[in-house]
């Protein structure tokens, strides 16, 4: 019969494009509860829907970050039952860690970690009774490796991949299958949000040498490594649907091939300056490593490589 899929975050990026994907599937295997925190800003999702709309698919309000939304949207499902949870809900965060406050750090690990572990939580019971069950995790390679002014984010998303590498061992026991979905940049609302977030900061309490580190040396290549390096939402999407199809659904799934090699340095040293030194050699080293860096990431955009990026 029909698998129920509930999807996080659905009112735009990725979120929006796994709900819509798995929607159409072909041979209607889904059913799917696509939800946002917000329903004014369901009309995107309605659209890319099509006719699936309340046929395969149907939009509810839930915010992660309450326990009472959650409640009232598992309660709306017939038997509260959801046999693939994909939490997808999350929020970025990017700035010298001086000026960002204790209030804001917490409200990404509210999103990013409790929102997520707050789903898990609510669906997991019922998945354990019935011995069957997939929860997807849209992690990021700043899950297994830390970026340059992501401190806070790449923390909350280290911490959702401790925590779901230790759950994942024990519902194997249960036939639920866990999956980390680990993409590098990709290109939706997400980037543009932080912009403009870091565009309205005037950094209390942060020296001008960091100030002119992010601004003048990390936004710049950011901004590149996003236009050469980034995915599309619907990439992304193909690549958590595919996992979604398999029997034996893997733990891992990095979507961008480009990231494997850089991740990999860190398991290549386990004295770990090998990736420190390297990350920091890409960034400030400019007279000879960044500009060799940048060149390839221009080799990179030559078509062969595009393909790899977003395959058709
Ligand atoms: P996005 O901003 O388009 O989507 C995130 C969605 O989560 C938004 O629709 C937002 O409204 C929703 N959301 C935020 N707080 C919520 C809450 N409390 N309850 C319910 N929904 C909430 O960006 P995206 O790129 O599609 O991000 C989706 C996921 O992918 C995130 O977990 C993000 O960390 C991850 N990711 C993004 C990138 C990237 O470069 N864009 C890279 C790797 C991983």
Redesign the pocket.
């Known amino acids: 019969g029909q698998r129920t899929v509930l999807v996080?975050?659905?009112?735009?990026?990725?979120?929006l494009q796994i709900a819509v994907q798995l929607a159409q599937d072909p041979n209607r295997r889904y059913c799917v509860i696509a939800?946002?925190?917000?329903l004014k800003?369901k009309e995107k999702l309605e659209e890319a829907a099509g006719n699936s709309l309340n046929d395969t698919l149907v939009v509810k309000r839930?915010?992660?970050?309450s326990d009472e939304s959650v409640a009232e949207c598992l309660n709306s499902i017939p038997n509260c039952r959801v046999d693939v949870l994909v939490n997808?809900?999350?929020?970025?965060q990017i700035g010298p860690i001086e000026s960002i406050s204790m209030d804001d750090m917490r409200k990404v690990f509210e999103?990013?970690f409790f929102?997520a572990v707050r789903m898990i939580k609510a669906v997991l019971p019922d998945m354990k009774r019935r011995r069957a069950g997939h929860i997807v995790v849209?992690?990021?390679?700043?899950g297994l490796q830390g970026v340059i002014f992501n401190d806070v984010y790449a923390a909350s998303?280290f911490a959702m991949e401790g925590f779901c590498e230790s759950l994942a061992v024990q519902l194997l026991q249960f036939n639920i299958f866990v999956s980390m979905v680990e993409?590098?940049?990709?290109?939706?609302?997400?980037?543009m949000?932080l912009m403009e977030e870091v565009s309205r900061s005037e950094f209390p309490g942060t020296d001008v040498d960091t100030i002119r580190y992010f601004k003048e040396v990390y936004l710049p290549a950011s901004h590149e490594i996003?236009v050469t390096m980034?995915q599309s939402?619907n990439t992304v999407a193909k690549a958590t649907v595919k996992v979604i199809n398999m029997a034996q659904p893997n733990f891992r799934c990095q979507t961008n091939v480009l990231y494997t090699p850089l991740i990999a340095l860190k398991y290549a040293d386990e004295k770990g300056n090998l990736s420190v030194r390297t990350f920091y050699n890409l960034l400030f080293n400019f007279g000879t490593l960044f500009h060799f860096s940048m060149n390839l990431l221009k080799c990179i955009t030559c078509n062969c490589f595009r393909r790899r990026v977003n395959p058709a």
């Not at 839930?62 to 970050?65: G, K, M």
């Not at 993409?183 to 980037?191: A, D, K, L, S, Y």
């Open positions: 996080t975050g659905c009112s735009s990026g990725i979120g939800t946002m925190r917000d800003k839930l915010d992660v970050c997808n809900a999350g929020i970025g999103t990013n929102g849209i992690s990021s390679v700043m998303k993409p590098g940049p990709v290109n939706t609302e997400f980037e949000k996003f980034g939402p």
